[in-house]
């Protein structure tokens, strides 16, 4: 819940700093190219963990953790393309110091990554516990758990995705 309110927050932030940026600024500043493989990455995780799900209700312990793994994966695609992204931005000159613009969109990206990383640690950590304990009722409530966080972040990232980079690029 705590993070819905943060990133909405941030969003509301974003939406009144909008106002206040020239239009010419904000058309030349994003790949959008890299943010739809990035986009590709991140909803092809989300599905990779649905097939988790699957597995788990049918004690699968092989396809669980190869599914982890492939979510883990992708995850880690993703986590690398957006830190490239960014450092693409700061070789730009266009850092979180440049506007109040730029340091929104540095805040919302940083954020969004670290919940990224967050959910990979945590995925590591489950990959685990499976190979150790297989799918108990622990793990079994774990990877639900997990998997609704995963799937907020990838919800948090559409939002991002529509609302910052689709809507200025038009």
């Known amino acids: 819940m705590s993070d819905c309110i943060i990133f909405s927050i941030l969003f509301v932030t974003y939406s009144v700093i909008l ?11 994003f790949n959008i190219y890299l943010v739809f493989i990035e986009t590709i990455v991140l909803l092809l995780s989300s599905f990779s963990y649905c097939i988790i799900n699957i597995c788990i209700k049918k004690k699968y312990i092989f396809f669980t953790i190869f599914f982890l793994f492939i979510t883990f994966l992708l995850g880690s695609v993703f986590l690398n393309l957006e830190l490239y992204e960014l450092c693409i931005l700061i070789n730009k000159g266009l850092g979180p110091q440049k506007n109040g613009f730029m340091s929104i969109i540095f805040t919302i990206l940083s954020i969004h990554g670290v919940h990224i990383f967050i959910g990979l640690t945590f995925i590591l950590n489950l990959i685990t516990h499976v190979i150790l304990n297989g799918i108990n009722k ?10 609704l966080f995963w799937h907020f972040l990838d919800i948090i990232w559409v939002f991002i995705f529509t609302i910052i980079y689709i809507q200025n690029s038009l």
Request: hydrophobic share 45%.
């Open 19 to 29: 106002n206040n940026v020239t239009i010419n600024f904000i058309n030349n500043i």
């Open 138 to 147: 622990i793990n079994y409530n774990k990877i639900i758990r997990l998997g």
